[in-house]
């Protein structure tokens, strides 16, 4: 069971992952409907994983997954995309996530995705 932070601006999205996550037995520590919020709940939490949507307004995802990365390396950061987002994928895997699920996702894709990130 790993601790998870979930950051997305939709709020449907952030309940159907905390649905399949709590699911699969983890614990949802925080939750947060923007990147600067997530990057302080981040500090503020230390979770062991983060699912990060990368469209989001004020602050995007992957630069909040840099700012996670600068303040630890080791951090396990999940993007979560619409399809069609090849190279916005590729840049958040060379900024340092461990993996991506697109939207709509499926519950066994989360939940697979989750333990390759966390293994």
Same mark, same amino acid.
């Given at each position: 069971? *790993?601790? #998870?932070?979930?950051?997305?601006?939709?709020?449907?999205?952030? /309940?159907?992952?905390?649905?399949?996550?709590? &699911? *699969?037995?983890?614990?949802? @520590? $925080?939750?947060?409907?923007?990147?600067? !919020?997530?990057? /302080?709940?981040? %500090?503020?939490?230390?979770?062991?994983?983060? &699912?990060?949507?990368? &469209?989001?307004?004020?602050?995007? $995802?992957?630069?909040?997954?840099?700012?996670?990365? =600068? !303040?630890?390396? *080791? +951090? =396990?950061? !999940?993007? #979560?995309?619409?399809?069609? /987002?090849?190279?916005? @994928?590729?840049? +958040?895997?060379?900024?340092?996530? /461990?993996?991506?699920?697109? =939207?709509?996702?499926?519950?066994? %894709?989360?939940?697979?995705?989750?333990?390759?990130?966390?293994?």
């Amino acid at each position: 069971m *790993a601790k #998870i932070l979930i950051v997305d601006d939709s709020a449907v999205s952030r /309940k159907k992952l905390r649905k399949i996550l709590e &699911t *699969a037995n983890h614990e949802i @520590i $925080g939750e947060a409907g923007d990147g600067a !919020v997530g990057l /302080k709940k981040y %500090q503020d939490l230390s979770p062991d994983l983060v &699912t990060m949507d990368i &469209t989001m307004p004020d602050v995007d $995802g992957i630069t909040v997954l840099k700012n996670i990365i =600068k !303040v630890n390396p *080791a +951090a =396990k950061v !999940v993007m #979560i995309t619409a399809l069609g /987002k090849g190279s916005t @994928i590729l840049e +958040a895997l060379n900024a340092g996530a /461990k993996n991506y699920i697109t =939207k709509p996702f499926a519950n066994d %894709q989360v939940i697979t995705t989750i333990a390759e990130a966390l293994a």
